[in-house]
């Protein structure tokens, strides 16, 4: 533990230094293959995800309107 405090004394001078020091207990390595690893993965990940909604959402299967997504006008000579 490298906390505490120093003390370095020359002759008559004395000099202290007070260290603070905090480790860190739930630190992992992670180490390059690791990376890549999950580089690859997020990226398989997000392509099989792009491919699941092409396919839910479908194709254009020529689509017809319906009477519901047409907007209906109403004829108003003020505004002609």
């Known amino acids: 533990d490298p906390r505490g405090l120093y003390v370095c004394e020359s002759g008559e001078q004395r000099n202290s230094l007070q260290v603070h020091y905090r480790m860190c ?5 992670v180490d390059a293959p690791t990376i ?5 993965a997020d990226v398989l990940a ?7 909604v092409y396919c839910i959402t479908g194709h254009d299967r020529g689509h017809t309107s319906r009477a519901s997504d047409r907007q209906n006008l109403i004829a108003n000579e003020l505004y002609q």
Not at 25 to 29: L, M, T
């Open 46 to 52: 997000t392509l099989f995800l792009a491919v699941a």
């Open 25 to 29: 207990q739930n630190c992992i390595e």
């Open 36 to 40: 890549s690893g999950i580089v690859i």
